[in-house]
């Protein structure tokens, strides 16, 4: 059946269609090839991701970004450099450029971004952290937990300063963690925290996603792609900023000869069938999940509409168009 849907809205966006948003030397015109590209998949809104790096690499992947000029860009995601130096928990981000945290090098870092970081991903046992998350949120921005192996102390220090949301919750951890406690539990078990969720197969297993959605709750659950350059290409060999990454057949991204996913290939009209298959949340709630949930957890409001083709018997979600045209009254209302 022909369905209408709000604009999807992704909260975090590496790059697609075979453009790195951390790449000091993309070209701001293909950056804005990249986001119109990403358009025909859904997304009208998206946070460009910047991970982490030196000032100098940071400014001119902001410059970039920001000179593309394009209507879907809607502030910058920062995830990193505050983050966890060990392996596992710290991901694919470089271990040199991960530094402390500090309202001098965040001032800086939102200067070069012309003031549109909306949203700040960072590990709550770095020093400097829950100082940092209270001058965030008390300036009204977003502060996220993620690659992080901090103690259930520290996380309920960050969610009492001010942080909001858990960034792809169940990665950007050890591989191996206590059965209890550990982040994960105390992430899903906060009632303040909303939890973003990369769907894509290889990030998370179906049955984790589902348990997850059941203890988050549809309404505190957000879809992310954490899409890379190979987002919308066939398997090959792809970068993140300095960092090598391999994307497989399967549609896994990975780091060359490691078990290190390193973001995803993910689309987020998939990652909404993907969610319906793997948790049994209806269609609506999890349209919602990659739509009016995000972008009102950011402070906006789902742009633009979507007409859409969805198979309720296959749970296949096919985009047909997008328009700039909010959705109908009755659309929004039922994602609500």
Known sequence: MTVQLP?????????????????????????????????????????????????????????????AGHPAFAGFHMEGPYI????????????????????????????????????????PEVPGAIGLIEHLAGRGIRV??????????????????????ATHLGNGCAQMLPRHPNAIWELLASDDVHASLI??????????????IRAKGAARTILVTDAIAAAGCAPGRFRL?????????DGRVSLPGTPYLAGSALTMNDAVEKTVRFSGVSFEEAVAMAS??????????????VAAEWSAERRELRVLSVGDAPPAAEIAKALK
């Open 7 to 67: 604009g999807f809205f992704d909260l975090q966006v590496n790059g697609f269609a075979g453009v790195d948003f951390n790449d000091p030397s993309a070209p701001p015109d293909r950056i804005a090839a990249a986001l119109e590209a990403m358009r025909a998949t859904g997304v009208t809104r998206c946070l460009p991701t910047l991970i982490t790096s030196p000032l100098d690499e940071f400014g001119a992947c902001a410059r970039a970004v920001l000179q």
């Open 84 to 123: 966890s130096r060990e392996d596992g928990a710290r991901g694919a981000h470089r271990r040199a450029h991960v530094v402390a945290a500090s309202r001098d090098d965040f001032a800086r870092r939102q200067e070069l971004c012309d003031g549109r970081i909306r949203l700040v991903t960072l590990a």
């Open 144 to 165: 996220a937990i993620g690659h992080t192996a901090a103690a259930p102390a520290e996380i309920a220090d960050a969610v009492r300063a001010g942080a909001r949301l």
């Open 199 to 212: 769907v894509d197969g290889h990030h998370l297993p179906a049955a984790t996603v589902k348990a997850m």
């Open 241 to 249: 900023g300095e960092i090598d990454c391999v994307l497989g057949g």
């Open 292 to 305: 009016t949930i995000p972008a009102r957890f950011i402070g906006d409001s789902a742009a633009g509409h």
